[in-house]
């Protein structure tokens, strides 16, 4: 008898969350990795010596889930805190990806506020992002307006 599916598709289906298996997610992550080494490459004036830092700690979490590196808040520079809220907000709302559509205000801060309460990114800062409402600045020169809508937090 001749199986249904493939072997592929099998694999595929055992994938808990999202669409990348394992070997697929590790490709894309390694971005990460190549972004850091090319900028360590670049030489820089004193003042941002420390950007392949910043821009290489985008992807971490504060409770060590992250990657490259798996580092902790207390391994994480303000500035990459910074850049990982800037970066997963503007994933959550860009509207140029081929791939998805981008998320309106609302549902872009209802995701972020989870990673806040999961420990992925830095309350402080993030309140921050809320109380002097950067989220709508941004939105308001980035966003399509039919992505800004009310945002209750």
């Known amino acids: 008898m001749e199986n249904f599916l493939s072997e592929d598709e099998v694999y595929n289906l055992t994938i808990p969350r999202g669409t990348l298996t394992a070997e697929e997610r590790k490709v894309i992550?390694?971005?990460?990795?190549?972004?850091?080494?090319?900028?360590?490459?670049?030489?820089?004036?004193?003042?941002?010596?420390?950007?392949?830092?910043?821009?290489?700690?985008?992807?971490?979490?504060?409770?060590?889930?992250?990657?490259?590196?798996g580092l902790t808040k207390d391994e994480m520079s303000v500035q990459a805190r910074i850049m990982a809220i800037a970066d997963i907000f503007e994933a959550l709302t860009a509207k140029d990806r081929p791939y998805k559509k981008g998320k309106t205000l609302s549902q872009a801060m209802r995701i972020l506020g989870f990673m806040k309460n999961d420990a992925h990114i830095d309350v402080d800062l993030f309140d921050l992002f809320v109380k002097d409402k950067i989220y709508l600045k941004y939105a308001e020169e980035h966003l399509d307006p039919d992505q800004i809508d009310e945002v209750q937090i």
């Open 29 to 69: 992550n390694d971005h990460i990795v190549v972004t850091i080494n090319m900028l360590e490459e670049l030489p820089y004036p004193k003042h941002l010596k420390n950007v392949p830092e910043f821009a290489g700690g985008h992807h971490e979490k504060l409770d060590g889930t992250g990657y490259p590196k």
